[in-house]
Nanobody
Framework: QVQLVESGGGLLQAGSSLRLSCAASGRTVSRASIGWFRQAPGKERDFVAAISWTSNYTNYADFLKGRFTISRDGAKNMVYLQMNDLKPEDTAIYYC??????????????????WGQGTQVTVSS
């Protein structure tokens, strides 16, 4: 079991930066890979970024264009999503999720068993 809680969302202007946090806990959290997804109203829940349980491998969606960075702290109990140069199209609810699937499968929603409740990010132009 893995429990996930996102935080750090808010309302901000285009071009600004924001860091989201995902607090992870549970019996198997140390072996879990963590992904970030986002979902706008009426849209699919899209992959954003993922990091392996070892923190040695990361994967990013192409739409990021280098603006976002995923990281994990040394104690393996917190995952971050640093978002720079935010754009209105980044507006969505952002979710973190946990899985024991291999790295090559981390970019798909179906790989993830555990999900947080989400945090809202709203970017105005």
């Amino acid at each position: 079991q893995v429990q996930l809680v996102e935080s750090g969302g808010g309302l901000l202007q285009a071009g600004s930066s924001l860091r989201l946090s995902c607090a992870a806990s549970g019996r198997t959290v140390s072996r879990a890979s963590i992904g970030w997804f986002r979902q706008a109203p009426g849209k699919e829940r899209d992959f954003v970024a993922a990091i392996s349980w070892t923190s040695n491998y990361t994967n990013y969606a192409d739409f990021l264009k280098g603006r976002f960075t995923i990281s994990r702290d040394g104690a393996k109990n917190m995952v971050y999503l640093q978002m720079n140069d935010l754009k209105p199209e980044d507006t969505a609810i952002y979710y973190c999720a946990a899985t024991n699937q291999p790295f090559r499968l981390l970019d798909r929603r179906s790989s993830y068993r555990y999900w947080g409740q989400g945090t809202q990010v709203t970017v105005s132009s």
